[in-house]
């Protein structure tokens, strides 16, 4: 039958067309991984170690002779030493989760039992809107409100106060640096997981919340004691999945880090310089390096990143996804 | 030792829904109230208005007095009502992250009892007024959902009994256990009236006669009769008691 033969023939075109899509994210992953990797090889070779050891990042001599030094080709006195980077980026994503974690764990508890009906929509709404911001507007605001105000009051006024902890005095300066980036990635990951740990304290049965309430203990006490510890393996999850999106993050950063090169922070209020920020940042001059070494060794620092990124991410899927399993509590018939 | 309550006008919502209607009821210190009716009649919420524990459900409320030795419960915060009324669950809920003596250890520690010694003391307390220590006292450290149903709903109603209530209320406590556990209970709830004054809502009317000194049947968010059990089981004044207890609803 003619209907039959041409159905068969969709059915052979769909299931190809099916197999070549689902095929795709495995594909994209593994190639974007051997381009990073082989394009680092050479960056590997010349460095060494002292690629995340050494502090000095210069191109070297662009329009001199090239040298060659361990069996690769770079242009004279070029160094790549992305330990400033490494820093920044750790650094700033540390900020951002100390002042994210909370922030987002006490929404969340706002959100998961406190409000309901209307207003729980519409706060979760907003909260996952501010995930919709692009991180473009994240950064101009930070340059032209945020910076600021770190530079003039609150650098200011943490160096005044606690000016005697190690990392928190010195001058404040521009404001664009440590600190702001820092409290720009903890707005950003904010929205990601509070609504994850959202999520996950709404499959907390209510009847054990209801047991903790029973025995005279206040809100806080339940949240602490027995809804966290329930969903903990979550938790770390979720704070994975936003340190993952900090460490990751290029644009908001590169316009409020202050641009740091070859110098490590002092002190929290320093410039810095993120690994994401620096290859969005030094991709243009490395093109003009004729022996290509400034491009392999941006391609390193991606490489590096891409491996602290999905390590976090990786961990961060299987810690969620072990709770989501457990959370039907076993021994309990509920 | 318990104390009596003395509930007057007690009426509460869900939301727009009324499911209490002015309640006016005296619950005697050291006895045994059974608290019976047909689904949805509000005996739930009356025990769960008695600690406070209505108002937590989102657009829950609750109106009326009800009056304590320590004063009027309406009128004080919810934590410190809870410590003077405990209660246990329809189903049992052991801090499912805590091991046996954790989840009895974690209120007494938060209202300040730090002393080792003085923790362990008053676990075993706890356990062994429970009828629990013996079958617990060698997996103490073991997780609190290791232990079967009924051992599970003993060990919440020492956990109850540790922050030394002065009334225990139980929401169909036996519901979601077998025939031999709900027997232990309710031996439990007969050595514990003594020294508590116990409320203990039931779908089993057997289960009422067996436990309970006094019965309050509700019907509709109204309380219809309340008197001995064995006056209301026996020759129950309403018709409507009459009813439900011979089978013909509910």
Same mark, same amino acid.
């Given at each position: ?6 159905? @068969? ?6 299931? !190809? ?21 082989? !394009? ?27 040298? /060659? ?18 820093? %920044? ?20 508890? /706002? ?15 907003? /909260? ?41 005095? %010195? ?9 702001? &980036? ?10 990601? =997981? ?34 966290? $510890? ?34 490590? $922070?002092?002190?929290?209020?320093? $410039?810095? &310089? ?45 810690? /969620? ?14 | ?23 006016? =009821? ?11 009716? $047909? ?19 989102? %657009? ?5 007095? =009800? ?54 003391? @008053? ?15 060698? @997996? ?54 003594? @020294?508590?004054? =116990? ?52």
């Amino acid at each position: 039958m003619s209907r039959g033969r041409a159905s @068969r023939w969709v059915d052979i075109g769909f299931r !190809g067309t099916a197999a070549v899509c689902s095929a795709m994210p495995l594909v994209l992953l593994a190639a974007i991984l051997a381009v990073v990797v082989a !394009g680092s090889l050479p960056s590997i070779r010349y460095m060494g170690w002292q690629f995340i050891t050494g502090i000095t990042w210069n191109l070297g001599n662009l329009y001199g002779a090239i040298s /060659v030094h361990g069996g690769v080709r770079a242009p004279a006195g070029a160094s790549y030493g992305a330990l400033v980077f490494l820093v %920044g980026t750790l650094a700033s994503s540390a900020i951002a989760l100390v002042i994210a974690v909370p922030v987002s764990v006490l929404t969340a508890a /706002v959100l998961a039992y406190q409000v309901r009906g209307p207003l729980q929509s519409l706060l979760s709404l907003l /909260v996952e809107l501010l995930a919709g911001i692009p991180s473009v507007v994240f950064g101009l605001w930070g340059i032209l409100v945020l910076a600021p105000w770190v530079g003039r009051q609150l650098g200011p006024g943490i160096a005044h106060v606690l000016g005697w902890v190690p990392f928190l005095g %010195g001058a404040a300066g521009t404001g664009l640096g440590l600190l702001s &980036s820092g409290l720009v990635l903890a707005l950003m990951i904010i929205p990601i =997981i509070t609504a994850a740990v959202r999520d996950l304290l709404m499959q907390v049965p209510r009847l054990y919340r209801e047991g903790g309430f029973g025995l005279g203990l206040t809100s806080w006490e339940v949240l602490r004691h027995v809804c966290l $510890p329930i969903v903990r393996e979550g938790l770390i999850g979720a704070v994975a999945l936003g340190w993952g999106r900090a460490m990751g993050e290029t644009m908001a950063v590169l316009m409020v880090g202050g641009s740091a090169l070859n110098q490590l $922070p002092e002190n929290l209020y320093s $410039p810095i &310089s993120t690994m994401a920020a620096v290859i969005a940042n030094q991709l243009d001059s490395a093109l003009t390096d004729a022996s290509h070494m400034a491009v392999h060794a941006l391609a390193e620092l991606a490489a590096l990143l891409l491996v602290l990124t999905v390590a976090t991410n990786l961990v961060a899927r299987l810690l /969620v996804n072990r709770v989501g399993r457990s959370t039907t509590v076993p021994g309990v018939r509920v | 030792m318990g104390k009596s309550i003395s509930v007057a006008g007690l009426s509460a919502w869900y939301g727009d829904q009324q499911t209490l209607q002015s309640i006016d =009821i005296e619950l005697k210190a050291n006895t045994a109230t059974a608290v019976i009716g $047909p689904s949805g009649c509000g005996k739930s919420t009356f025990v769960r208005c008695l600690n406070r524990l209505h108002e937590t459900v989102p %657009g829950a409320r609750m109106e009326g007095r =009800i009056e304590l030795e320590e004063g009027d419960l309406c009128r004080m915060h919810p934590v410190d009502v809870r410590r003077i009324v405990g209660m246990v669950f329809q189903k049992p809920n052991p801090f499912p992250t805590l091991s046996v003596f954790d989840n009895i250890a974690l209120a007494l520690r938060l209202s300040g009892v730090r002393r080792r010694s003085e923790l362990a003391e @008053r676990v075993e307390r706890s356990l062994r007024m429970a009828a629990l220590w013996d079958e617990v006292k060698d @997996r103490l450290r073991h997780p609190a959902t290791a232990l079967s149903g009924g051992q599970q709903q003993r060990l919440c109603i020492a956990r109850a009994l540790a922050v030394e209530p002065e009334v225990l209320l139980m929401d169909e406590p036996a519901s979601a256990l077998d025939p031999v556990s709900t027997l232990r209970i309710e031996e439990l709830i007969r050595e514990l009236k003594s @020294r508590y004054t =116990i409320v203990i809502v039931t779908h089993n009317l057997q289960q009422a006669i067996r436990v309970a000194d006094r019965t309050a049947f509700f019907l509709n968010g109204e309380l219809i009769e309340f008197g001995d059990t064995s006056e209301v089981f026996e020759h129950p004044r309403d018709r409507r008691t009459e009813d439900y207890i011979s089978g013909r609803f509910g």
